[in-house]
């Protein structure tokens, strides 16, 4: 995960409900770290390639601008389910 120009570098779980992105660390020494994003303050979502081509990561800009970068596999699905909860703008 990367969050707001740190890269954090931690894997875990990401999970989508219809309120939430939710994400939690499952590395030695992080259990229990999470963050949660409300889908209300998601500005923007987006497909990003890590390296620059590696197709593997989903972009998220909150309404105050911090940016997050989670590494996932079935991204597309992802996104289509995180696009069709946000409310229009």
Same mark, same amino acid.
């Given at each position: 995960?990367? @969050?707001? &120009? @740190? ?5 875990g779980?990401?999970? +989508?409900?219809? *309120?939430?992105?939710?994400? %939690? $660390? ?5 259990? &229990? ?8 303050q998601?500005? %923007?979502v ?5 390296? &620059? !081509?590696?197709?593997?990561?989903i972009?998220v *800009?909150? @309404?105050?601008g +911090?940016?997050? %970068? !989670?590494?996932?596999? &079935?991204?597309?699905q ?10 229009? $703008?």
């Amino acid at each position: 995960m990367y @969050k707001g &120009g @740190k890269w954090s570098g931690w894997r875990g779980r990401l999970a +989508v409900t219809n *309120r939430r992105i939710w994400f %939690e $660390a499952d590395v030695l020494g992080l259990f &229990g770290t999470q963050e949660e994003i409300a889908m209300e303050q998601i500005a %923007e979502v987006r497909l990003k390639n890590t390296l &620059g !081509f590696m197709p593997n990561c989903i972009w998220v *800009r909150t @309404k105050t601008g +911090v940016v997050y %970068e !989670f590494i996932v596999s &079935g991204r597309r699905q992802l996104i289509d389910i995180i696009a069709g909860r946000l409310s229009p $703008a």
